[in-house]
């Protein structure tokens, strides 16, 4: 998707609407010039993630069902029936994680390129920022690749150096990860 292409938010709304889609595009450009340089075989190579032992095409996956469930949120938004996001994060983690194993990389990819444009176009349908939407997009989106794309060292996402597929660590190492 290219800047052109993006949805045009509803007129009137205001400049943090505008900031977060810019903030939204910028992240998820950084991930897709990572994951472009990278081969299916590689997207698919063990060791993005210690604990949970996570492939690149594992944290892509769980990007776009991320992306998928806020699309369906803000449809929820839009639609009157939203009851906020009361959600039990590790579990509905795990349920996401399990709805895509066994897929490809192509699958994956696809996924999470169409999950994104849906919640661009439903997020673009709302009025104006809330903190509900603020939520949402910090929890699938900007923020959530960010963290991603920084690999975090705590104890449950430690990037095991020795089995990290070579290429990836330095694409980041260009990128100024």
């Keep these: 998707m290219t800047t052109d292409s993006l949805p045009e938010p509803r007129s009137g709304l205001d400049r943090p609407f505008v900031a977060a889609l810019e903030a939204e595009q910028r992240g998820w450009y950084e991930l897709a ?10 997207c698919v190579e063990p ?13 892509v996956a769980h990007l776009g069902t991320w992306l998928a469930e ?15 996001h009361a959600v039990d994060i ?19 990819w696809v996924q999470a390129n169409a999950a994104r444009t849906r919640m661009i176009v439903e997020w ?31 104890e449950l996402h430690v990037v095991r150096t020795d089995e990290f597929p070579r290429k990836f660590r330095n694409v980041l190492v260009k990128l100024g990860q």
């Design 90 to 108: 590790d579990a509905l983690n795990a349920a996401l994680l399990t709805a895509m194993h066994g897929q490809s990389w192509e699958t994956a």
């Design 47 to 59: 060791g993005y993630y210690d604990d949970p032992a996570w492939t690149v095409r594992d944290v």
């Design 70 to 84: 806020a699309e369906v949120q803000f449809e929820r938004m839009s639609a009157g029936t939203y009851d906020g």
């Design 33 to 42: 010039e990572v994951v472009r340089r990278l081969t299916p075989d590689e």
């Design 124 to 154: 673009c349908r709302l009025p104006a920022m809330t903190d509900e939407i603020d939520w949402w997009i910090a929890k699938a989106a900007s923020d959530h690749y960010a963290e991603h794309l920084s690999r975090p060292s705590d």
